[in-house]
């Protein structure tokens, strides 16, 4: 009997069967810091979606829900390093800057640029006369603070103040106070998400039914540029791109989000109003294809 030659053999099989074991640092998934409110679950399914596509295994942490200057020194450590978030003047400057990166996928696929105001029940009809830009200026429109759009109001001559407390509905409070009167939300995020939101918290609050204010304004995806997330971002690109050739994103999107119906929009007046900030063209061309035109304007 050979015991050298017997625990040789069984020293090969052994790493025969090692070698055709899965690598645990290969199925290790990636852990993907993510800034989403409870309202962008559609946001959530699309990365899980594009990072499925690009072969990346990721599990999604949500980040603590902070004031944007936070976020963004949270994002410039790397600490977060995934948000779903419009525009602003500081984070495209960052863009260019090299400090963060942008993939222009219009999450809401246009529709957050079409606002419509949610207004106390009891008060329905101080927008009756409202048919102009010219007849808001009477009226004092509330927007959460730090959100970028606050500007484009402000910009339009319009009499905008921000309110810290707002993800349940809070604003009802300054409405109630004369503080302010309206509080413009995506009238398609709110028809998914804010109304039913809103009415367990405070069931005084209602949307508005006579006004549409239409801007350019979309919601992409935002990446750290520090370099330990290289991975992340090229994995999102990569899954993007492939889920909007094959057509998932439009099946992922189907499911958690809808277009307004024609009972909700036909009735509006529409009231367009000037972004200074950036253009249609902040998409890129080859994702405007998403872009939805309730209207057809």
């Excluded at 809808?258 to 900030?277: K, Q």
Aim: glycine share 6%; charged share 25%.
């Amino acid at each position: 009997m050979s015991f050298p030659h017997s625990a040789q053999r069984r020293r090969l099989i052994g790493l025969l069967a090692a070698s055709c074991l899965p690598k645990a640092h290969a199925a290790r998934p990636r852990v993907v810091s993510v800034q989403t409110e409870p309202s962008l679950a559609h946001g959530r399914a699309l990365i899980d979606a594009a990072f499925r596509a690009a072969g990346f295994a990721a599990t999604l942490v949500e980040a603590p829900v902070t004031t944007e200057p936070h976020n963004l020194h949270e994002m410039v450590a790397g600490r977060i390093q995934v948000t779903l978030m419009p525009p602003t003047l500081p984070r495209l400057s960052m863009v260019h800057e090299g400090r963060m990166r942008l993939i222009g996928v219009p999450l809401e696929r246009g529709l957050l640029g079409w606002r419509t105001p949610f207004l106390l029940h009891d008060r329905q009809d101080i927008t009756t006369d409202v048919k102009s830009l010219a007849d808001l200026h009477s009226l004092i429109i509330g927007q959460g603070a730090g959100w970028g759009d606050a500007e484009i109001y402000r910009r339009a001559g319009l009499i905008t103040r921000e309110i810290q407390a707002w993800r349940n509905g809070e604003f009802a409070d300054q409405m109630r106070t004369g503080v302010i009167d309206l509080f413009p939300f995506g009238l398609e995020e709110s028809i998914s998400f804010f109304l039913p939101h809103f009415r367990k918290h405070r069931p005084e609050l209602a949307l508005d039914e006579r006004l549409l204010l239409r801007y350019p304004w979309y919601r992409l995806i935002w990446v750290t540029a520090h370099p330990d997330a290289d991975d992340i971002y090229h994995a999102l690109q990569e899954g993007f791109d492939a889920i909007i050739d094959s057509g998932e994103f439009e099946s992922v999107w189907n499911e958690h989000r809808r277009l307004p119906s024609v009972e909700h929009l036909g009735r509006r007046r529409v009231i367009d109003l000037a972004n200074p900030f950036y253009g249609r063209d902040i998409v890129p061309e080859r994702y405007r294809h998403l872009l939805l035109e309730p209207l057809n304007a």
